[in-house]
DNA sequence: TCTAAACATTTAAAAGTTTGAATGTTTTTC
DNA sequence: GAAAAACATTCAAACTTTTAAATGTTTAGA
């Protein structure tokens, strides 16, 4: 994992929300973009701009099932993340 | 770690120049904001706003000695974060 | 095929971040 | 004490992010 990479991955984690998503993800293992709208609160648009970034930054995995977008953690990031912060120890 | 921790902490890594300080004091142990300007060629106040950052977070240890700000990393707290994010596993 | 549901995209406003010039404070050195 | 070095603070400009309204696209179901 490069720095550009890390920058992604964290920038990713750092807002109330996204980090939301992601404990929200670890904890159910499968989430939509309808029942990330309903855990926030926010718009749709608004959903789909974060989720964006989650799967930008290659830490949440979406997959198009019918008009569903089925997202899980991608557990592999987040594994190499942490690896690379562990490396500054 | 809380959620807002979290938060303060992934978003301090999640810059170019940030990101580069803690790799430089993994690497160093111990900077002043001097070694910082010169490491990343910012100015002296956008240095000074970036160690705050990193500060403020708990990634990094400040301490005045005389006129220099010694800089140094907080390994628990960077230890704190990684745990945190293995727990999303 | 018509309707509705789920998501994406465009756009624009509001809010936040980054940057350096100017200036202030404290500490060291001469 | 005067000069300089190291850092902090204030400020304003440039840029980026966040947000939702409006609209577009695709898929599912009646």
Chains 1, 2 share one sequence.
Do not use: W
Request: aromatic content about 2%; some cysteine; hydrophobic content about 35%.
């Amino acid at each position: 994992m490069d720095n550009r990479a890390v920058e992604k991955a964290t920038n990713a984690i750092s807002d109330k929300y996204r980090l939301g998503i992601l404990q929200a993800l670890a904890q159910k293992g499968c989430m939509t973009n309808t029942d990330v709208q309903e855990l926030t609160g926010l718009s749709q648009p608004c959903v789909s701009h974060h989720v964006k970034l989650l799967t930008d930054s290659g830490l949440v995995e979406a997959r198009k099932e019918g008009r569903n977008l089925h997202l899980r953690l991608n557990k592999e990031a987040l594994h190499e993340l942490t690896t690379f912060l562990n490396g500054l120890l």
